[in-house]
């Protein structure tokens, strides 16, 4: 009952909403609106809500059913996907939730018609055949409908819902005191067109390892919670009011998202400030002051970052909520205008407070703004938001310490994450849906990507790569662009065709490899022979070599992976000249050839470490070997390694 009465106040309210936007609106298509009243109880962690979906069918076919993430239900046994996902080792969930959450949709109507016993909830896996008996998943209901929605026009649903949240586990649900409320209300899918015509839904099973996909909108939102609670949410703080029981109701109204999330908890301290027309507020925890400076000087440099790269952040308020150390699961998550970070325990020389500030306030725009399909592919957000941190904080802290710089180590962000590529090759391309990657290697998603457009930088340099990005940003801005979508956009906006590069980075698993094969030098004789000179014939025999002294240097360079990728060489030698040459990489084997007054000392591919794709850095360089071998020498060595190189390509 009182959600129902929240409702009718709600509506009296809408009317004199507070602008949610920067600029006038609308700026998305706003596909998905929600009005939802909802009261939280701390005491038994429940959420009861009443909701009320507007959805207008966008698409040239008319919609004979809706479908809706209910992804509470992922946390409600083990029979879920997720929770057998995570039982598999996928995701970051240890062991069972202290307590289980899941979603009750108790009644769904339109107009007068009650739909919910036509509702379809339980199935068995996305990517299983449906037999008896197979575990089920709830995490999404087919829900007929009576009428079919025509192309173009809207449907209007209520639904009533009870959330009971789980025990923080994967950045929902509660610890102590402290509620982080996300994926809470059932949430219509994205009805979109197929790729053989017509249209289809969009709306997977939540997954361990995948995020979400949904249609902007503009949400109206009342949280009625005890009166010393502080909450913060998606949009800006419309109004409080006074609700029965000695209750508190906040009513937040958000445009242009596509989702709605909420903290909520007593012990919260609050910081505010403005910057320009931004709200900012930081909800954070006792003993975790040390934070604040922190986590608002990372925010406020991705922000900086991404407006000059991209375009202005176009909501009026930002909220950053700090969870406690004993919820900590509910760290590093974004939503739309609201992110959680990590608690201030960690040493400021690990970076890994800023480095999830500067993340999640990155996925405001990759995820946000240009809202990618999280489960289809999961590269275009994590992907492009961890090259994005990793720019940032090469910035901010200097190319070789921006991952770490403690105890005399240091190490770049880019680093880190190549490392961890190169020692695991991926099994799958990076355009993979995030439940389909072979077992423990979903995070390359992260981190092939930022390497990946590290190593793109070798060609484009870093300006032009993020010149190209912002354009891709600013052209999908408020859409849900696809993989070839940011190639187009990437290659159009650098006026060259980057497909060359993109294809093998992102959509195969060939591997990226050049070695230095042989190096050597040697004095440079007289020709052996018989020589027609002034009329005369002469022999020349074995004689000592002419002063000044030649020499010839033989740089044979391979590419022993399929993917093709311009490299530099250097060649070093010993009166300390420095030759470099390119070479665009194409072919198997590649000879280049130096004449100079000394020999060489070393060859190097890649002398500036700039393509961090490649696997195999111990071959990138040779030191010369201080013999004394003739040029025949050298010639037999590259004939050897041609002749395997010929076998290996079947001549
Ligand atoms: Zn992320």
């Not at 760290?331 to 325990?345: N, R």
């Not at 130096?594 to 696997?615: H, K, N, Y």
């Amino acid at each position: 009952v009182a959600a129902a009465l929240g409702l009718v106040a709600l509506l009296g309210v809408a009317a004199s909403l507070p602008p949610a936007l920067r600029e006038p609106g609308p700026l998305s298509p706003r596909i998905a609106s929600y009005q939802i009243s909802a009261t939280l109880d701390p005491r038994t962690h429940v959420v009861s809500g009443r909701e009320r979906l507007t959805w207008r069918n966008t698409q040239a076919e008319p919609a004979t059913e809706l479908k809706l993430h209910l992804y509470m239900n992922a946390f409600k046994n083990e029979e879920s996907v997720f929770m057998r996902e995570a039982a598999a080792g996928e995701g970051r969930l240890l062991g069972a939730p202290e307590r289980w959450g899941f979603i009750d949709v108790t009644s769904i109507r339109l107009g007068t018609q009650e739909l919910k016993s036509a509702a379809r909830i339980a199935r068995c896996a996305e990517d299983e055949a449906d037999r008896p008996g197979c575990p089920r998943d709830e995490t999404v209901m087919d829900l007929p409908l009576p009428a079919p929605v025509a192309p173009g026009a809207s449907v209007v649903l209520e639904l009533d819902f009870t959330v009971q949240l789980p025990a923080i586990i994967e950045r929902t649900g509660y610890a102590g005191t402290f509620h982080l409320v996300g994926q809470w209300f059932p949430k219509v899918g994205v009805f979109e067109a197929a790729p053989g015509g017509g249209a289809r839904w969009n709306c997977h099973a939540f997954h361990a390892n995948s995020e979400f996909f949904a249609d902007y909108g503009e949400y109206v939102v009342e949280i009625t919670a005890p009166r010393d609670h502080l909450v913060g949410a998606t949009g800006v703080l419309a109004e409080m009011r006074d609700a029965p029981g000695g209750l508190l109701t906040h009513v937040f109204h958000a445009e242009d998202v596509h989702d709605f999330a909420f903290a909520a908890d007593p012990a919260f301290r609050e910081h505010r400030e403005r910057w320009g027309d931004v709200d900012v507020t930081l909800l954070y925890h006792p003993g975790s002051a040390a934070g604040v400076a922190r986590d608002l000087g990372a925010v406020r440099a991705m922000k900086d970052l991404l407006e000059r790269v991209a375009f202005p952040y176009p909501y009026r308020a930002i909220t950053i909520v700090e969870p406690p150390v004993y919820g900590i699961n509910a760290g590093g998550m974004e939503y739309p205008t609201l992110i959680t970070t990590v608690p201030a325990f960690t040493p400021a020389r690990t970076r890994l407070l800023e480095e999830t500030a500067a993340h999640e306030f990155g996925h405001q725009y990759f995820y946000g703004l240009v809202a990618s399909n999280e489960f289809e592919e999961a590269w275009l957000d994590e992907g492009l938001t961890t090259y994005v941190t990793s720019v940032l904080f090469d910035d901010l802290y200097g190319r070789d310490r921006s991952s770490f710089d403690l105890f005399g180590l240091r190490s770049s962000r880019v680093q880190v994450d190549r490392r961890s590529v190169a020692t695991r090759p991926a099994a799958d391309p990076l355009e993979t849906f995030s439940w389909r990657f072979a077992p423990g290697s979903y995070w390359q998603v992260y981190a092939k990507t930022s390497v990946a457009l590290h190593t793109l930088e070798a060609h484009l340099g870093r300006e032009r790569l993020l010149a190209a990005l912002g354009a891709y940003a600013r052209a999908y801005r408020f859409k849900h662009p696809r993989a070839e979508d940011f190639f187009r956009a990437m290659s159009a906006a650098s006026g060259e065709d980057l497909s060359w590069f993109f294809r093998p980075a992102f959509l195969g698993t060939a591997v990226l490899d050049y070695e230095v094969s042989a190096l050597a030098s040697a004095r440079r004789e007289p020709a052996r022979g018989l020589f027609d000179r002034d009329g005369k014939r002469l022999e020349v025999k074995q004689q000592r070599p002419a002063a000044p002294a030649v020499y010839d240097t033989e740089v044979m360079v391979r590419r022993r992976g399929d993917f093709v990728f311009p490299v530099d060489l250097e060649v070093r030698f010993r009166d300390g000249a420095v030759e470099r040459a390119r070479w665009d990489g194409r072919d198997q084997y590649r000879r280049f050839a130096f004449s100079r007054p000394a020999p060489a000392t070393a060859a190097r591919i890649d002398p500036a470490g700039q393509v961090l794709l490649d696997a195999d850095l111990l071959n990138n360089g040779m030191n010369a070997r201080r013999d004394r071998a003739p040029a025949r020498r050298v010639h037999q060595g590259l004939a050897f390694l041609v002749q395997n190189a010929l076998q290996l390509v079947g001549f």
